[in-house]
């Protein structure tokens, strides 16, 4: 767990310190509660300020952490294992950020909280690579290169207006194009299952938090919003990918083992 905690770690608190200088001061992100359907409760404390949305980030750390512990029963080499954890330890990271930016309404927390997301997409590929190549031949270099990628496609924020929906989209896209393949090669009905949900979740995440208000007209919504759905739709979204991938990691190197032997 150490090489996946220190490898985690050193980027994030390189973005941390990136986003408090003013790098990133021309980009678009949303600094207001009226941003968000959900009310505020004035007399509860900031980091409770909409306790829906700031609560469902402990979804996130529960999730994280069933993720991370290693389960009994299941078999693992040492670089599988650091492929869960690392998967674990980006949800981890990834709720204070989100609840830091509800709290205090900043520019620098925001923004990570953009930031972040995509070497989170971009850690699917990375481990469906791992996948389709085995223990054998699969080259820590080249995750490293895929998420160095991903980092500074950020940097597409600071060119348009909508940089980030782009590359949030191009790693949307790549990580569904890379689950459908290795599906394909290496699937079966339960595993099919997961990728299912998961694409589902991804839906979810991303059409609700968009109708957010719209949706507020409606009671059903109206104190457990479209925003806070979503983010229950994000974290199942993380929950059955970890379904899928480890589904598939375990069915693909012991087919690699079987034939082997």
């Given at each position: 767990?150490?090489?996946?905690?220190?490898?985690?770690?050193?980027?994030?608190?390189?973005?941390?310190a990136l986003t408090n200088t003013g790098l990133f001061d021309e980009v678009e992100v949303d600094l207001s509660y009226e941003h968000y359907a959900e009310k505020t409760v004035d007399?509860?404390?900031?980091?409770?300020?909409?306790?829906?949305?700031?609560?469902?980030?402990?979804?996130?750390?529960?999730?994280?952490?069933?993720?991370?512990?290693?389960?009994?029963?299941?078999?693992?080499?040492?670089?599988?294992?650091?492929?869960?954890?690392?998967?674990?330890?980006?949800?981890?990271?990834?709720?204070?950020?989100?609840?830091?930016?509800?709290?205090?309404?900043?520019?620098?927390?925001?923004?990570?909280?953009?930031?972040?997301?995509?070497?989170?997409?971009?850690?699917?590929?990375?481990?469906?690579?791992?996948?389709?190549?085995?223990?054998?031949?699969?080259?820590?270099?080249?995750?490293?290169?895929?998420?160095?990628?991903?980092?500074?496609?950020?940097?597409?924020?600071?060119?348009?207006?909508?940089?980030?929906?782009?590359?949030?989209?191009?790693?949307?896209?790549?990580?569904?194009?890379?689950?459908?393949?290795?599906?394909?090669?290496?699937?079966?009905?339960?595993?099919?299952?997961?990728?299912?949900?998961?694409?589902?979740?991804?839906?979810?995440?991303?059409?609700?938090?968009?109708?957010?208000?719209?949706?507020?007209?409606?009671?059903?919504?109206?104190?457990?919003?479209?925003?806070?759905?979503?983010?229950?739709?994000?974290?199942?979204?993380?929950?059955?990918?970890?379904?899928?991938?480890?589904?598939?990691?375990?069915?693909?190197?012991?087919?690699?083992?079987?034939?082997?032997?």
């Amino acid at each position: 767990m150490k090489s996946a905690l220190l490898h985690v770690s050193l980027p994030f608190a390189l973005c941390v310190a990136l986003t408090n200088t003013g790098l990133f001061d021309e980009v678009e992100v949303d600094l207001s509660y009226e941003h968000y359907a959900e009310k505020t409760v004035d007399y509860l404390p900031g980091f409770l300020a909409m306790p829906f949305n700031c609560l469902v980030n402990l979804g996130y750390i529960y999730m994280g952490l069933t993720w991370l512990v290693r389960r009994r029963g299941i078999r693992e080499t040492t670089q599988s294992r650091y492929m869960r954890e690392v998967f674990a330890l980006m949800a981890l990271f990834y709720a204070p950020v989100q609840w830091t930016r509800l709290a205090v309404l900043r520019r620098a927390p925001a923004v990570l909280d953009q930031w972040f997301t995509l070497p989170i997409f971009a850690w699917v590929p990375v481990w469906i690579s791992f996948i389709e190549s085995g223990p054998g031949k699969w080259r820590a270099s080249h995750a490293a290169a895929l998420e160095l990628c991903s980092i500074l496609s950020y940097g597409l924020a600071l060119a348009h207006q909508r940089g980030f929906e782009v590359a949030l989209g191009c790693h949307v896209a790549l990580a569904l194009y890379k689950g459908v393949r290795v599906q394909l090669v290496h699937g079966d009905s339960r595993s099919l299952g997961f990728l299912l949900l998961a694409m589902l979740s991804c839906a979810g995440f991303v059409v609700l938090k968009l109708l957010d208000h719209w949706l507020a007209q409606y009671w059903l919504f109206q104190r457990l919003t479209g925003h806070f759905w979503s983010k229950v739709c994000d974290v199942l979204q993380f929950h059955f990918s970890f379904c899928f991938l480890t589904t598939q990691t375990q069915r693909a190197h012991g087919e690699t083992g079987a034939r082997q032997e």
